[in-house]
């Protein structure tokens, strides 16, 4: 199994520019989350799916984030217009809910950089 | 809410010491625990988990026991090595509907030879 992939890897953008995020999911998982990691906040949850369709969104910083999951295989996290703020690493995770208790599997981020 | 409080690091060891990562949380129901660890540059992957109270759970040396009177997992490793160097997130997780995991802060480790 390939594991969760996420593209790109790195990104780095001027303020101002749109920054899209993207993320498949373990074949066969119906769940995904969307995390950023920084040093001062730690791993926040920005947003859940299951089955396609987001559930939680309260950590969604602002309206200049958004997420969709237009299949089981793929989602896209957009940020429009960035800011410097904005510069962290995005985590993917997917998982089998349904049982407990169950493991998120991560992918290996893309580090944002907005300057 | 539900949470996760861990020691804060980094935690800076010698080549073969002990190792104790100290983790309580805080759940309104009866919360699965886990260990996750990240090592640089990657995700996080699941390092060890445990389902219901006295469950001792353990991998590559490292374990942790469910404690629920004292609501607390505690990581330990009886001889570290270099290549234990990496972050360790304490995270529980609750059955049913929404089966969101609720990380700590994240602890640094450095093993040093």
């Known amino acids: 199994d390939a594991g969760v992939i996420q593209s790109p890897r790195h990104e780095v953008t001027e303020m101002g520019q749109e920054v899209t995020l993207r993320c498949k999911p373990i074949?066969?998982?119906?769940?995904l989350f969307w995390y950023r990691q920084t040093m001062m906040r730690g791993l926040e949850l920005l947003i859940y799916?299951?089955?396609?369709?987001?559930?939680?969104d309260s950590g969604m910083p602002e309206d200049r984030f958004s997420a969709k999951m237009p299949n089981a295989s793929f989602s896209t996290l957009k940020i429009q217009p960035s800011e410097p703020r904005d510069s962290a690493v995005y985590f993917c995770?997917?998982?089998?809910?349904?049982?407990?208790?169950?493991?998120?599997?991560f992918g290996p981020g893309t580090r944002l950089t907005v300057t | 809410g539900d949470s996760v409080t861990q020691m804060e690091g980094p935690v800076t060891l010698s080549e073969e010491a002990f190792l104790t990562i100290n983790c309580t949380y805080t759940?309104?129901?009866?919360?699965?625990l886990f260990w996750y660890v990240q090592y640089p540059g990657e995700g996080l992957q699941l390092l060890l988990k445990?389902?219901?109270?006295?469950d001792k759970g353990s991998n590559k040396g490292f374990e942790a026991t469910y404690r629920k009177e004292t609501t607390s997992f505690h990581l330990e490793k009886g001889s570290v090595q270099v290549s234990d160097s990496a972050v360790y997130f304490c995270?529980?997780?609750?059955?049913?509907?929404?089966?969101?995991?609720?990380f700590g802060i994240g602890t640094k480790l450095q093993v040093i030879p």
């Open positions: 995270a529980l997780s609750l059955s049913g509907g929404y089966q969101k995991v609720t």
């Open positions: 995770a997917s998982s089998l809910s349904g049982g407990a208790p169950y493991e998120q599997y």
């Open positions: 445990a389902t219901k109270a006295d």
């Open positions: 799916f299951n089955n396609n369709v987001p559930i939680d």
């Open positions: 074949s066969g998982h119906n769940s």
């Open positions: 759940a309104t129901g009866y919360p699965s």
